[in-house]
Structures are given as C-alpha cells and as structure tokens.
C-alpha cells in the first residue's frame, strides 16, 4: 500500500524559516511529479509548488522566491524550504505525489497533511 508521511510543520514567527518533508513508503514503479498544497482556513486548497520528475519547479506567485521545492529521487523524498514566512502563509500544507503503483491503478496519492503557523 502506498502512503505518503508528511512531517516537519510547527509554529514559526513571521520572518522564519520551516522546511516541510514528504516521504513514499509502498511498491512503486515511478514518481511523476511532487506536488504542496496548502489550505487556509475557510479557504480552498491551493497549489504552492510542484517538480517534475526532471526536476523542473513551479511555484505560486505568493510563494515565489521564498519557498523551493526539492526531491530526493533515490529516497523518495519531496522537501519544501520555507523561508521569510508570512503570517498568510498559515494552514494545512498537503503533499501530493502523482505515481504509478505496483498493484494498483491509482494515480493520485495525498498526506495526511502537516500544520503550518506563522504568528505575527
């Protein structure tokens, strides 16, 4: 079964820094693209950054030149590096991972979602 374990939320003051992981256990053929989401209360889940399985990135444009996303192929691993983080940047940060399974047919697997604070 595949699963991905998010870890690496906290409280931060504004101005800090936090990096967010996001580990694949399970039987797998190949990883696509990683993908952060994050939710805001009363708000809908956004897109914050994705990387290809090249290694290109992409980024929302409240995020850019603060945040980067990285990957660890041989691990299995997708990171998110917070920097000069914003009080707006408070909310459920969700990884994303689009991959291909052993023994399924799934594509679309989901974190359970790890808890971002930025106070003021």
């Known amino acids: 079964q595949v699963q991905l374990v998010e870890s690496g939320g906290g409280l931060v003051q504004a101005g800090g820094s936090l990096t967010l992981s996001c580990a694949v256990s399970g039987n797998i053929v190949s990883i696509n693209a990683f993908h952060w989401y994050r939710q805001a209360p009363g708000k809908q889940r956004e897109l914050v950054a994705g990387v290809t399985s090249g290694g290109s990135t992409n980024y929302a444009d409240s995020v850019k030149e603060r945040f980067t996303i990285s990957r660890d192929n041989a691990k299995n691993v997708v990171y998110l590096r917070m920097n000069s983080l914003k009080p707006e940047d408070t909310g459920v940060y969700y990884c994303?991972?689009?991959?291909?399974?052993?023994?399924?047919?799934?594509?679309?697997?989901w974190g359970q979602g790890t808890q971002v604070t930025v106070s003021s």
């Open positions: 994303h991972a689009g991959l291909i399974p052993t023994m399924s047919t799934e594509y679309d697997y």
